[in-house]
């Protein structure tokens, strides 16, 4: 494992400064009760709607808001739109990975003229609330990074969205911000993929794991982290490696037909009652063997929590250099094997859990025996 620290990142001039993780937009078959789960199990706010009622004849978007992190659920209404065939060939997954800028057609320009795919040319919006500037570019498989300029906007979300005429009472689980989020992409094309970040978007690669790092008995991957300027940004690229048997990327590329988003990380800073929550609304979570726990002191050094809490919870354990971060994995959320949610809380540690690989690999085989498929 090879890693840079932030130091050395930041010394370079970014031509692309980013400010964050706008928000992620998912196309899905029914907005409208996925709205219902987000809100009544994860705990975000209903914030912002779109649809007919609003004047957006083809579509309805749900706006949901937790912290900083942004979700937006958008179902078609119409079955020869992209949107309906985004969601037959993949079922629900996220189309739009959007990012914060203070100059949405300056980044345009500069991605656009280091080889970006071109989606959307930068086009200003506006309403009663100001305005904002949004440009797009292609990434992996059908996804897309928008590119939001906000900065003259006061609306609940963006122009052609308005309040929710209707929401239930939400709680929060104590989800802060977007950590990371994973693109699972085709044998063989990472690289390329971490070049296009590395060029096209002035990312750095922050970390490497190979086959070594991450191999099980049956299945295996490989990863790079790319990171923009400000660490903001991190986007772990996996692509499939051999194993003796069906690799989770192979699988996840199997059901999703293609390239795509793999996780969303959110960070929190209370994992113990956030998982907790979560559990007792219904989310599911990867299963870890009690004997995780045996020797993780001896492993990992003191930590704050209680072992017997993070045991009960199955929540893992990893230290680097800088400190430990604990994390969890939730099962998918569709019923096809694709996109699942990773919680983590960050005590010092800026790594991601390479300790734990194995014992998570572990699991995901069992859930993949499970569906058949490995
Ligand atoms: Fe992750």
């Not at 010394?11 to 709205?35: C, M, R, W």
């Not at 069906?246 to 999703?256: L, T």
């Amino acid at each position: 494992m090879k890693r840079e620290s932030f130091d050395t990142l930041q010394q370079e001039v970014d031509f692309l400064p980013l400010n964050g993780t706008d928000h992620i937009e998912f196309y899905v078959g029914n907005a409208k009760q996925s709205a219902y789960y987000y809100q009544a199990a994860w705990g975000y706010e209903l914030i912002a709607y779109a649809g007919p009622e609003t004047g957006v004849r083809d579509r309805a978007s749900y706006v949901l808001k937790q912290g900083k992190v942004t979700l937006i659920l958008t179902t078609a209404m119409d079955p020869d739109s992209e949107i309906s065939n985004h969601v037959r060939t993949h079922g629900d997954g996220v189309k739009f990975l959007s990012l914060w800028v203070d100059d949405a057609t300056h980044s345009y320009n500069e991605a656009v003229k280091r080889g970006a795919r071109p989606f959307m040319e930068p086009t200003r919006m506006e309403d009663e609330n100001g305005h904002v500037i949004i440009s797009a570019i292609h990434t992996y498989g059908e996804t897309i990074h928008k590119f939001v300029e906000r900065s003259n906007y006061n609306g609940p979300f963006l122009p052609g969205f308005e309040k929710p005429s209707h929401k239930i009472e939400s709680v929060p689980v104590g989800l802060k911000h977007v950590d990371h989020c994973v693109g699972n992409v085709e044998l063989g094309k990472m690289n390329d993929w971490v070049k296009f970040y590395e060029d096209v978007l002035g990312f750095k690669l922050l970390l490497t794991f190979d086959d070594e790092d991450i191999s099980t008995e049956y299945s295996a991957l490989m990863s790079k982290v790319v990171s923009n300027g400000n660490g903001y940004v991190k986007f772990p690229i996996n692509e499939p490696a051999d194993g003796k048997k069906k690799s989770q990327i192979e699988e996840y590329i199997e059901f999703y037909k293609g390239a795509g988003v793999q996780h969303i990380a959110v960070a929190t800073d209370d994992i113990i009652h956030t998982v907790g929550e979560l559990r007792r609304r219904g989310i599911e979570f990867l299963y870890v063997p009690d004997n995780y726990y045996e020797d993780l002191i001896d492993r990992v050094g003191a930590i704050e929590e209680d072992v017997e809490e993070l045991k009960k919870l199955n929540i893992l354990v990893d230290r680097d250099d800088e400190g430990y971060l604990l994390q969890i994995f939730t099962k998918p959320v569709e019923d096809r094997p694709t996109l699942f949610y990773e919680i983590i809380q960050r005590c010092g540690a800026q790594s991601f859990g390479k300790g734990n690989f194995k014992a998570l690999f572990e699991s995901i085989e069992r859930e993949q025996a499970r569906r058949g498929n490995l």
